[in-house]
């Protein structure tokens, strides 16, 4: 032993058990701290790889330039690269074979750098254009051209200067784009090489070579070259640089609590597992102080204990934290998309940092107490017990519920007031992350209101202006039916536009909550409200019956056929603050009649609500009975927005006037179905004028997005949980085992062996019960106030679950029960001689 | 020549009616290698006294010097300092760190004050308590005489001026007990140091050069008597 402080080393080599146990607690700890900056570097970096992606890898556009200006930005000394981008001219397409249908292309022309370094477009097909003549379009429109013709070459006119012109591109390639269509007007892009001055129309899209102050800068540089300027925000907000200051901080801000909550929970960990172990130790540090040791040369001893644990910890987390994050991404498929994993210098840097800060942070009371031990206690042979300031308590109820061994566990659980306390607080603080973050992700998932999430159609045609005039007939439904790959096909009809509400039916509580720009839509009129949100399906019969089945209805599809209706009667809603709001409008029941007023042409042209009004004047209207409740509407899982009525789609066609069906929804045989129909299913949309949308891909992202949020956030449950427990049992075998004499005196004074283990199972269990109660009642609390205010699913029909209060309570007086039996084996085995000989 | 003084000293215990008055006005001085013994009955002050001669307590009143330092007006750090190089303590219930081997608690004071340990010395010193064999034994491993015997080994390590032994033999049989206060006695004189004991023992007591009697926290009726 060549310095004092060695006496740290051989003190964590002889309390293996214990050593190991509190690296487990800091392990744990740096893993969560490697894996949050893991999951926010990837983030980070996935996010500004994905919008370099989809919009491009650019800061700042110069728009609306001319030739001149174009060529003097792209000699600014602000601006690292750029490229020069031409919004050339919408061309309306002229072949024959092609011009069924108002069929144009958007087509931009791009520089050179433009293809290569800022929006890289996405060839799926052929190869990228080197002139002026040469198209790379959309791939739907590729998928469009290839179901009809073999050429390459397209015709179309163009306006130029207000001149109509002819022009023919020869297409190239095909390219994927997140770019939204609208109408039948698709993106293409040519090369830019005829680089005239063709007015303003030329943009330049720029990276600044400084890293801060982006959009000063960019400004500037627009001031002085007298140029307008857009931002790729969503970029900017990446590198903290975009113009709303709050969403620059706002994924820091969710980090930093995150992170602030593990170093709760660690310090809550460690600075027990190191208090505990300086209580047990007092006598030592006292001998260390009668024979000269400085309060300082004590505190370095606690300290040097937790920074020798911490190094043994930082390498295990950090690789722990990158391993298990890229386990976790390799078994969920779809994370690879959002998240650049890597190794990060930074996240390396985070996690040993943290890591050891946290654990200096938890030891330094207990170095101080350390420190601040007396030499005369240590001398005289005090124990800690001796010094304790025993207050009286009865234990009554203790007492009545578990008899006199559940007195004196309750006892002796609040004989020390500190301990008992800083204990209570450990399980307390467990047990209110566990209730709040699940109560947070219930309310997280609820808000992001998941469409289509549990649709049952895979795939839809949506006749082009629905509901109206245009309807896909018979014809198309059975083509549909017999292609191969396609499992159930459903038709229907989707019409959003003026039910009726009899004003005694009304729900006036859920209506005031409604917004006003909604409740405007759903005005009263006479002893009716006419509701312009209603949503009015006409259902085939394959619709009904999937219906039907879902929801256990007893009726036929003859008895929609003969003025049977169901209600959708759950509406999906804002209120005033702009809160989703579930509830219902209407307070039908089953057997109720309801009035559905016939939609007339002139409000179909007009959508004037007099028309309504009218029809309800001239008692215009069919009326129905209410034959079924339902909640939502299940073939596309939506909620309507204020209330729905399903009836037969012949009922529609005398409601509306229209014949045949707007939309049809299909469900394919197999996964892979959806890809390889894809492009035969657009075509024939595209033949019978209906859009096609594979639902079934809306749906996989979703479902990928819920899981992957739901991985992420019962990791970080399940982690804190882990940190909980490693805390609940040391605390508790630390409270139990200290008190070994005294136990000795219970045994020798008589008490059985039962007995023994009631009384030390209850003085764990007891923990257990009084944190729950306190901690159920503080996350009660939190709940109520922090996260119904933030939440945006207002209060009204939202129900926070109980689950994660009974299961918190339920885990915590289990834990504490395990916690005791562990010590109580060593306990029951004790000699009742050596017991009473140990020196407290 | 006076290593140790005592002028006044009191120490009180308790607050209003739980006031104990563990030490009263008590006054001595203790010159260098000298041998002194305290005795009294269980309560009268004898341990109190101890512990405020090595300044590991403090006093409610009075001085304590050592080589004409005031112990008590230094700060804690030259308190703790003082204590390492100029005190020894020997304790009844030895007192050893449970995780340092023999040696590693003997050389624990040399170790606090970042001091090169004269090997020579320690040798000789382990020679001297019969702990050759023994020196990296833990204490777990020990009997009772032997931990004792390390415990005055950590007492000499830094070879300080005074030992302060209270019971050093309290839970000892008596041959150890005699073994122990040779060892005691014969250090004390060939370190020139002074060694100051507390006993219940009158044939340990006999051996002192002086003995100190106490009885309800002040110097006896027979005073210091000289033997």
Redesign the interface.
């Known amino acids: 032993m060549k310095d004092y402080t060695a006496i740290t080393t051989k003190y964590l080599r002889q309390h293996r058990k214990r050593t190991i146990l509190t690296i487990c607690g800091i392990v744990v700890a740096i893993t969560m701290f490697t894996a949050v900056a893991l999951i926010y570097y990837s983030i980070l970096n996935g996010t500004i790889e994905r919008i370099k992606k989809d919009s491009g890898d650019f800061e700042v556009g110069f728009v609306n330039l001319s030739k001149s200006k174009a060529e003097l930005l792209k000699l600014n000394a602000e601006i690292e690269y750029g490229c020069v981008v031409n919004k050339l001219e919408v061309l309306q397409i002229m072949d024959e074979i092609l011009a069924d249908k108002e069929r144009s292309l958007a087509i931009k022309a791009y520089d050179q750098d433009a293809f290569t370094k800022v929006f890289k477009p996405q060839l799926v097909q052929g190869r990228l254009p080197q002139n002026s003549k040469e198209l790379i379009v959309d791939i739907r429109f590729w998928h469009i051209l290839k179901g009809k013709t073999q050429s390459q070459t397209i015709t179309g006119k163009a306006e130029q200067d207000g001149v109509e012109i002819e022009r023919v591109y020869n297409i190239v390639g095909a390219y994927t784009t997140r770019e939204i269509i609208s109408g039948m007007t698709y993106p293409a892009i040519t090369y830019l090489d005829d680089y005239a001055d063709q007015g303003n129309q030329y943009s330049y899209f720029a990276t600044l070579k400084d890293k801060k102050h982006k959009i000063d800068i960019a400004e500037q540089v627009a001031r002085d070259t007298g140029t307008e300027i857009i931002f790729n925000k969503e970029l900017l907000y990446m590198y903290r640089q975009g113009p709303d200051k709050d969403r620059n901080d706002a994924l820091e801000v969710m980090i930093i609590t995150i992170i602030s909550i593990i170093i709760l929970a660690t310090i809550v960990v460690i600075y027990n597992a190191f208090n505990t172990s300086i209580i047990e130790r007092i006598k030592h540090f006292g001998i260390l102080r009668a024979i000269g040791a400085t309060k300082g040369q004590i505190r370095n001893l606690v300290l040097r204990e937790a920074l020798i644990m911490s190094l043994i910890a930082v390498p295990i987390g950090v690789l722990g934290g990158h391993i298990g994050l890229y386990v976790t991404f390799k078994i969920i498929k779809g994370f690879s998309e959002w998240f650049k994993l890597g190794i990060y210098p930074q996240v390396i840097g985070i996690g040993t940092l943290l890591g050891i800060g946290t654990v200096l942070l938890a030891v330094l009371i207990p170095a101080i107490s350390a420190s601040r031990i007396a030499p005369i206690e240590a001398i005289r042979g005090n124990s800690m017990i001796k010094r304790e300031k025993v207050k009286k308590r009865r234990g009554i109820l203790a007492k009545l519920l578990f008899s006199f061994e559940g007195q004196v566990a309750y006892r002796n659980m609040r004989r020390n007031g500190k301990r008992f306390w800083l204990t209570t607080f450990s399980l307390v603080i467990s047990l209110v992350i566990f209730i709040f973050f699940n109560n947070f992700i219930d309310m997280t998932l609820k808000s992001l209101g998941m469409v289509y999430e549990n649709a049952e159609i895979e795939g839809c045609f949506q006749a082009e202006g629905r509901g109206r005039t245009e309807t896909l007939g018979i014809d198309f439904i059975n083509e549909l039916q017999v292609l191969k790959g396609v499992s159930k096909v459903y038709a229907f009809n989707a019409y959003v536009g003026p039910l009726l509400i009899d004003k005694d039916k009304l729900n006036t509580a859920y209506y005031n909550d409604f917004l006003d720009k909604l409740k405007s839509k759903t005005v009263p009129y006479k002893d009716m409200y006419i509701c312009e949100m209603g949503q009015l399906m006409g259902y085939d019969e394959n619709a009904f019956n999937y219906t039907r089945q879902k929801n256990n209805l007893s009726m036929t599809y003859s008895d929609l056929e003969n003025n049977n209706v169901i209600l959708i009667n759950k509406s999906e809603s804002y209120n005033t603050e702009g809160k989703t709001i579930l509830g219902n409008l209407t307070k039908y029941k089953i057997g109720d009649e309801i009035k559905i007023p016939i939609i007339s042409k002139a409000y179909l042209e007009t959508g004037e609500v007099k028309h309504i009004q009218e029809a309800i004047d001239k008692q215009d209207y069919l009326t129905f009975k209410i034959a079924g409740i339902i909640e939502k509407e299940d073939l596309l899982d939506e909620s309507p927005k204020a209330f729905g009525i399903i009836v037969s789609n012949e009922n529609f066609g005398k409601i509306i006037g229209a014949a045949g069906y707007n939309s049809v929804g299909l469900k394919y045989d197999s996964k892979e179905d959806s890809e390889t129909l894809y492009e035969k299913l657009s075509n024939l949309g595209s033949e019978n004028g209906a859009k096609f949308f594979d639902i079934y891909k809306y749906m996989k992202q979703n479902k990928d997005i819920m899981l992957q949020a739901m991985t992420l956030s019962y990791g970080f449950i399940v982690l804190i949980t882990l940190i909980a427990i490693i805390n609940i049992i040391h605390t508790i075998t630390i409270n139990l085992l200290v008190k070994k004499r005294e136990f000795a005196v219970f045994k020798a004074i008589g008490m059985t062996k039962e007995q023994f283990q009631k009384l030390v199972l209850l003085e764990g269990t007891l923990y257990g019960i009084f944190a729950s109660i306190i901690g159920s009642a503080v996350s009660y609390l939190l709940v109520n106030m922090l996260l119904k205010k933030s939440n945006p699913v207002a209060a009204y029909g939202i129900e926070y679950p109980t689950w994660p209060y009974v299961a918190g309570t339920l885990g915590i007086i289990g834990i504490t029960f395990i916690a005791a039996l562990l010590p109580l084996r060593k306990l029951n085995d004790m000699n009742i001689i050596d017991g009473l000989r140990i020196e407290e | 020549m006076e290593i140790l003084r005592v002028e006044n000293l009191t120490k009180k215990y308790g607050k209003k009616d739980n006031e104990v008055t563990a030490l009263n006005n008590v006054s001595l001085s203790i010159n260098k290698g000298e041998f002194a013994a305290i005795v009294g009955p269980s309560g009268s002050g004898k341990?109190t006294l101890l512990?405020l001669l090595?300044g590991?307590?403090h006093p409610s009143s009075g001085k304590v010097y050592i080589d004409n330092i005031d112990m008590y007006a230094l700060k804690?750090?030259e308190l703790?300092?003082l204590?390492?190089?100029k005190?020894?303590?020997v304790?009844q219930?030895y007192?050893?760190?449970?995780?340092?081997t023999a040696e590693?608690n003997m050389?624990?004071?040399i170790?606090?004050?970042?001091a090169k340990e004269d090997k020579n010395y320690i040798r000789e010193l382990l020679k001297l308590l019969g702990l050759e064999d023994r020196k990296n034994h833990l204490p777990s491993e020990l009997s009772g005489g032997q931990q004792q015997r390390v415990s005055i080994g950590?007492a000499l390590a830094?070879k300080p001026s005074i030992i302060l032994a209270?019971e050093p033999t309290g839970n000892l049989d008596s041959k150890n007990s005699r073994e122990i206060i040779e060892l005691l006695k014969y250090s004390v004189k060939k370190y020139n140091q002074t060694l100051i004991l507390i006993t219940h023992d009158l044939n340990i007591a006999k051996m002192a050069d002086r003995v100190i009697s106490i009885i309800d926290g002040q110097i006896g009726e027979n005073g210091v008597m000289d033997l």
């Open positions: 341990s512990h090595g590991v307590d804690e750090k703790s300092i204590r390492r190089r005190v020894g303590f304790f219930s007192n050893l760190i449970p995780v340092l590693e050389l624990m004071p170790l606090l004050d970042h950590r830094n209270d």
